[in-house]
């Protein structure tokens, strides 16, 4: 069985110019077509037939036609070789970024902040590239990572350093605390970090990295809090601190419009959360495929062309 399919590989020129000559029913069409010799066509042909050691072709009056034995065998390749085609085909496209896929881990604020942008521009130059983006909190994303489920995903830092993960920051975010209409005597001025463990707060909820963030920030500083409300995402953050139902912590971006409008205000504090970025995080053992390396190299500005 071994020598046989080895025999197989090393004879696929062989097979090769058998299909052609079968289809072009010629042994002049098929050189043309393989851009070969009519002799080394001819050479082959007779090859293939003593190797089987059966007759496989016939010359008639309208030139090469198949015997009953190479009209089965011809059956069989043709499904083969019209395989290897379209495998080809394939590949060319996804090499030529006409199609392909590209998978994607990214939570909702990495995703509307940053992501989309990108995403919109890559497909407007290449309609072709189906993108799936896993949306999820940064532990979900880092896991889909490490099992090799994702080319890339976009979260929000800090992470510790992790062997065989690159992580690069792409953007700068800051965490701000917002208020409504009913706590605005809070809006003047600069107050103690302190004045948080006395307001009803509305956070992420604690698996979240934007929760960690904050809340490591301040028992760093000595503050204990214990929010009123923990939710799911900081869109449903910035309606609950519009109707008043207590003070909102958001990255500033989710709120920025409420805040330009005057339905929020920002509660500005004497020590202010420090700023953190958005981490593009990829595989040290995982390559990315032509279109993901092709989507990194737009996103780190290192596009040819």
């Keep these: 069985m071994r020598y046989s399919i080895v025999m197989l590989i090393a004879n696929l020129e062989y097979y090769k110019v058998f299909y052609y000559t079968v289809k072009c029913g010629s042994v002049t069409r098929a ?6 010799s009519q002799p080394a066509v001819s050479q082959s042909l007779k090859q293939l037939e003593r190797i089987l050691g059966i007759r496989l072709l016939k010359r008639t009056s ?3 036609s198949p015997t009953a034995e190479g ?3 011809f059956s069989f390749v043709e499904k083969g070789y019209e395989q290897f085609e379209a495998g080809e085909k394939r590949l060319l496209q996804i090499r030529n970024l006409e199609r392909g896929e590209i998978t994607i881990g990214a939570s909702d604020m990495t995703l509307r902040f940053f992501l989309l942008p990108w995403l919109e521009r890559f497909h407007e ?5 189906r993108v799936t983006v896993t949306n999820g909190p940064t532990p979900a994303t880092m896991a889909l990572l490490r099992e090799g489920r994702i080319d890339f995903g976009v979260v929000s830092g800090p992470l510790e350093e992790e062997e065989g993960i690159r992580m ?3 953007q700068r975010i800051e965490d701000i605390f917002v208020i409504g209409r009913n706590f605005r005597g809070l809006k003047e001025g600069k107050h103690p970090i302190r004045v948080l463990e006395k307001l009803p707060l509305i956070m992420m909820e ?3 990295s934007t929760r960690k963030y904050v809340q490591g920030f301040l028992e760093s500083c000595g503050v204990a809090v214990s929010p009123e409300f923990e939710l799911a995402t900081s869109d449903m953050i910035v309606q609950f601190a ?5 003070v909102g912590s958001v990255v500033r ?3 920025e419009e409420q805040l330009q409008a005057g339905a929020l205000d920002e509660l500005k504090l004497e020590t202010p959360i420090p700023p953190r970025d958005f981490l593009l995080v990829t595989s040290e053992r995982d390559q990315a495929g032509l279109a993901a390396s092709r989507l990194l190299e737009m996103i780190l500005g290192k596009e040819k062309g």
């Design 206 to 208: 604690p698996c979240t």
């Design 253 to 255: 971006d989710f709120a």
């Design 62 to 64: 309208r030139g090469i």
């Design 125 to 129: 130059t290449w309609p072709g590239i």
């Design 242 to 246: 519009i109707r008043n139902l207590g």
């Design 168 to 170: 690069r920051p792409v």
């Design 31 to 36: 050189s043309e077509e393989l851009s070969l």
């Design 71 to 73: 009209k089965l065998l």
